[in-house]
């Protein structure tokens, strides 16, 4: 396994992926004693964390497709997940107020304590 540096992990996602389940696995046989168990944990630690900042830096490199221009080349933005997301939730926001208040589907009427009738 090279390293980089103490946290840092140079190999592909797909190797640290594949070193972290022999982690699980070892760690799950139970045959390893509590200071080599300690270790493979801290390396299963490392190479989680190199697999999370990988899907992260993927992320950020995550494109939209916005419009086509009239030459036919499309055009693109950075995904922005904060920013799509805030866009997301103030669209639900403003089709929730245009809606007024939701009616309960009769599947969750039936389960519903208070609009039952009886009790059994």
Same mark, same amino acid.
Not at 95 to 120: A, H, I, M, W, Y
């Given at each position: 396994?090279?390293?980089?540096?103490?946290?840092? %992990? @140079? %190999?592909?996602?797909?190797?640290? =992926?594949?070193?972290? $389940?022999?982690?699980?696995?070892?760690? $799950?046989?139970?045959?390893?004693? =509590?200071?080599? @168990?300690?270790?493979?944990?801290?390396?299963? /630690?490392?190479?989680?964390?190199?697999?999370?900042?990988? =899907?992260?830096?993927?992320?950020?490199? %995550?494109?939209?497709?916005?419009?086509?221009?009239?030459?036919?080349?499309?055009?693109?933005?950075? !995904?922005?997940?904060?920013?799509?997301?805030?866009?997301?939730?103030?669209?639900?926001?403003?089709?929730?107020? @245009? $809606?007024?208040?939701?009616?309960?589907?009769?599947? $969750?009427?039936?389960?519903? /304590?208070?609009?039952?009738?009886?009790? !059994?």
């Amino acid at each position: 396994m090279a390293k980089k540096n103490n946290d840092e %992990i @140079s %190999i592909s996602f797909e190797e640290a =992926l594949d070193k972290l $389940e022999q982690v699980v696995r070892q760690l $799950e046989d139970g045959q390893l004693g =509590l200071s080599e @168990s300690l270790a493979q944990y801290e390396e299963g /630690v490392r190479h989680l964390k190199h697999c999370h900042q990988t =899907l992260a830096a993927a992320e950020r490199k %995550i494109e939209l497709l916005t419009s086509v221009n009239d030459e036919g080349n499309v055009e693109t933005e950075a !995904f922005d997940d904060e920013e799509s997301s805030k866009r997301e939730r103030k669209k639900t926001r403003s089709r929730r107020r @245009s $809606e007024g208040p939701r009616k309960p589907s009769p599947e $969750e009427e039936e389960g519903d /304590v208070d609009t039952q009738r009886g009790l !059994f």
